[in-house]
T-cell receptor, first 111, second 111 residues
Framework: KAGVTQTPRYLIKTRGQQVTLSCSPISGHRSVSWYQQTPGQGLQFLFEYFSETQRNKGNFPGRFSGRQFSNSRSEMNVSTLELGDSALYLC??????????FGQGTRLTVV | QKEVEQNSGPLSVPEGAIASLNCTYSDRVSQSFFWYRQYSGKSPELIMSIYSNGDKEDGRFTAQLNKASQYVSLLIRDSQPSDSATYLCAVNKAAGNKLTFGGGTRVLVKP
């Protein structure tokens, strides 16, 4: 069974640009969550989508947004990038409300 | 007070010994609890989940949950150098999947 797939693995962007990250969940998983991991703040929850609807939201500014498609694939977008957005962005998928399995992450560097 | 607290370590353990990791959480409505292992530069890997009071064993790992005292622990028996990693405690208190993570405990297993 294929795991959670995130693309791209690495990104370098300039301040002020926007970026879109993609996540394909494990087959049959309808919940997709996004997290940001930085050395200073650790792992922080961004948002969760279930059946194309945002079900939970973390405490991040509106520049961070996401969506989920009918095939459960999800994207997150960050607009007007700031240096502080440099982080590892992780996607996790779950079957119903149980264990969450993480993808390999997208390492975003903002210069 | 952080919602989920862990000792950052490092916890240094001789090979073959038991590593004991602790995690406390502040919100009594927390419903499910997870331990993840994260190797440097990699994404978190789920190693244990626990939902009710008591012990749960899986191979060399035992998770213990005490909701009255609001703590969850992880024991690693017969520790191996390959167990050297950061162990993250995660708590889910919401409907859906919205994990709150502790800062992680770094474990070093010395041969």
């Amino acid at each position: 069974k294929a795991g959670v797939t995130q693309t791209p693995r690495y990104l370098i962007k300039t301040r002020g640009q926007q970026v879109t990250l993609s996540c394909s969940p494990i087959s049959g998983h309808r919940s997709v969550s996004w997290y940001q991991q930085t050395p200073g703040q650790g792992l922080q929850f961004l948002f969760e989508y279930f059946s194309e609807t945002q079900r939970n939201k973390g405490n991040f500014p509106g520049r961070f947004s996401g969506r989920q498609f009918s095939n459960s694939r999800s994207e997150m977008n960050v607009s007007t990038l700031e240096l502080g957005d440099s982080a590892l962005y992780l996607c996790a998928s779950s079957f119903r409300d149980t264990e969450a399995f993480f993808g390999q992450g997208t390492r975003l560097t903002v210069v | 007070q952080k919602e989920v607290e862990q000792n950052s370590g490092p916890l240094s353990v001789p090979e073959g010994a038991i590593a004991s990791l602790n995690c406390t959480y502040s919100d009594r409505v927390s419903q499910s609890f997870f331990w993840y292992r994260q190797y440097s530069g990699k994404s978190p890997e789920l190693i244990m989940s626990i939902y009710s009071n008591g012990d749960k064993e899986d191979g060399r790992f035992t998770a213990q949950l005490n909701k009255a005292s609001q703590y969850v622990s992880l024991l690693i028996r017969d520790s191996q150098p390959s167990d050297s990693a950061t162990y993250l405690c995660a708590v889910n208190k919401a409907a859906g999947n919205k994990l709150t993570f502790g800062g992680g405990t770094r474990v070093l297993v010395k041969p």
